[in-house]
């Protein structure tokens, strides 16, 4: 079964505001990763938060994990036209192989 | 480096017919990984390989073979293909021990 899960959200913002989506998740995970998808191509590993860590980092990205919700958030903050995309959390259970688990996706769409 | 790559990138077939998917990656990596990608879906993992030689079924695995005769190399086999497996297929590789995926560019199948 899948365990990343999003909130099912086609966000609509404009350049400049923040993007903000959700993800939960069911078992316990070594770590959550969030991946981009932009139209017709591949999946971006974007940023990923082990389970001892509580928030991280990456250029304009934030991501926060609560374990004890099992649940993720990613933040875009600045939105630019070129961030319109899905995302996909995906986690890595323990016991799990190596194996990720991903999420539906979130759409977001930035109007210039 | 080229990364990881796909072939071919469309393809449709009639029901009942078989065709092979070649993913090939250069970047030294022991994972290996089939996933397709439904509207509404999400990524499910179809199987995987921890090494050359190793495969592993996935979640959805019935209808598909594989199989990892070079490290670089991670075939995905449909012997009938039917409608239900119209699809657009990624493939993945990490390296062992690290989660982080690196993804093709996927795959648009179309079985009718």
């Known amino acids: 079964s899948q365990q990343g899960e999003e909130d099912p959200q086609a966000l609509s913002i404009q350049e400049g505001e923040n993007a903000t989506m959700n993800c939960s998740y069911k078992?316990?995970?070594?770590?959550l990763q969030w991946y981009r998808q932009n139209s017709g191509r591949g999946l971006v590993h974007l940023i990923l938060?082990?389970?001892?860590?509580r928030e991280k980092h990456s250029g304009r990205l934030r991501v926060t994990l609560d374990t004890s919700k099992k649940s993720s958030s990613l933040l875009i903050t600045a939105s630019r036209a070129a961030d319109t995309a899905s995302y996909f959390c995906?986690?890595?259970?323990?016991?799990?192989?190596?194996?990720?688990?991903f999420g539906k996706g979130n759409q977001v769409v930035v109007i210039p | 480096n080229a990364g990881v790559t796909q072939t071919p990138k469309f393809r449709v077939l009639k029901t009942g017919q078989s065709m092979t998917l070649l993913c090939a990656q250069d970047?030294?990596?022991?994972?290996m990984y089939w996933y397709r990608q439904d509207p509404g879906m999400g990524l499910r993992l179809i199987h995987y390989?921890?090494?050359?030689?190793?495969?592993a079924k996935g979640e959805v695995p019935d209808g598909y073979n594989v199989s990892r005769l070079k490290k670089q190399n991670f075939l995905l086999g449909l012997e009938s293909a039917a409608p239900s497996q119209t699809s657009v297929y990624f493939c993945?590789?990490?390296?062992?021990?690290?989660?982080?995926?690196?993804f093709g560019q996927g795959t648009r199948l179309t079985v009718v």
């Open positions: 993945a590789s990490s390296y062992r021990g690290r989660t982080e995926a690196f």
């Open positions: 078992t316990s995970i070594n770590n």
């Open positions: 938060i082990r389970s001892n860590e």
């Open positions: 995906a986690t890595d259970a323990q016991r799990g192989n190596n194996r990720l688990a």
């Open positions: 970047m030294n990596h022991e994972y």
């Open positions: 390989s921890v090494g050359e030689g190793t495969t």
